[in-house]
């Protein structure tokens, strides 16, 4: 198999198989994110890919499953991602979901009528790294595109039947900008209606333009305090009835779960409960921690 260190999945899809059809990510300009700054984004040849593809026909001949790879394999557009998942067909007849990761942008590329086809291909399912659907925090980390974009791009994903995700990233407007993130990004969501929405709390890494930013007093992140109240105030405006995971570090509280509406108000009085008696110093050390995305 061919892998591009470092190689990045959804913990949440099936682990195994995966495909390398990406290098990299397209954007790479994320000002929260160091995962792909060493990679060039780049394609593997349909040689490599077919080698792929030939190697798991000999070991796993039975996948009904597969995770493409890298950072936003959705990026391909329709005249190269639908002969791949051709090649998937035919290499693995029992596949019945093929899952990839993408940004908004990336659906740009593909009509209503194209993803309705790649969808009738295997691929049914797409995670979008959003972060948030408040204009003034996306054009602060740099995300590339605007809060219309999620709702125009995500209403073609609806269209074609594909189901989504979208990730709210907790913290990554600072102090000042919080409460906007964090209800306009709830708005945003709601209008969007994705199948799972999932929420993680900003670490600040070393080789981000974010933490250069805010040891020069430019940007002003939330302590752990304000990171579970914002989470509280975009829950309490989510609408949408999802599944609704969260890696926030919050201890012995368990959040994440289907249902969301019916289970809503738990997890606003669980999020309240932590601000009132959580060992805040505790989440920081477990944050500081963290070494990755």
């Not at 490599?48 to 798991?56: H, K, N, P, Q, V």
């Not at 019945?96 to 908004?104: D, L, P």
């Not at 199948?195 to 070393?206: A, E, I, K, S, Y």
């Amino acid at each position: 198999m061919h892998f591009t260190e470092p190689v990045y999945r959804n913990p949440y899809w099936p682990t195994w198989p995966l495909l390398e059809v990406t290098r990299g990510c397209t954007h790479n300009k994320c000002k929260f994110c160091t995962m792909y700054k060493g990679v060039k984004f780049g394609v593997p040849s349909m040689e490599t890919i077919e080698e792929d593809l030939a190697e798991l026909a000999a070991t796993v001949p039975h996948a009904r499953t597969i995770q493409l790879l890298s950072a936003n394999p959705f990026a391909l557009p329709y005249d190269k991602m639908a002969p791949i998942l051709e090649k998937i067909n035919e290499y693995l007849p029992e596949i019945e979901h093929v899952y990839a990761a993408g940004r908004v942008t990336d659906v740009r590329n593909k009509t209503v009528e194209q993803l309705q086809a790649l969808r009738e291909l295997g691929l049914n399912e797409i995670s979008l790294g959003v972060e948030s659907g408040d204009d003034w925090t996306l054009g602060r980390i740099d995300k590339g595109y605007r809060s219309e974009d999620i709702v125009e791009q995500c209403a073609k994903l609806s269209e074609a039947g594909i189901d989504f995700w979208m990730t709210f990233l907790n913290g990554v407007a600072g102090r000042e900008h919080s409460r906007d993130h964090a209800v306009h990004s709830a708005e945003v969501f709601s209008k969007c209606n994705p199948m799972l929405v999932g929420t993680g709390g900003l670490t600040l890494f070393p080789g981000t333009p974010l933490l250069d930013e805010a040891r020069a007093g430019e940007f002003d992140p939330l302590d752990e305090r304000g990171l579970l109240e914002e989470l509280k105030t975009f829950v309490e405006h989510l609408t949408c009835d999802c599944e609704f995971i969260t890696h926030h570090t919050i201890g012995g509280v368990n959040l994440t779960g289907q249902n969301f509406l019916a289970r809503k108000g738990q997890i606003v009085a669980a999020l309240q409960n932590e601000i009132e008696y959580g060992d805040l110093d505790r989440m920081a050390r477990v944050r500081a921690m963290k070494a990755t995305l």
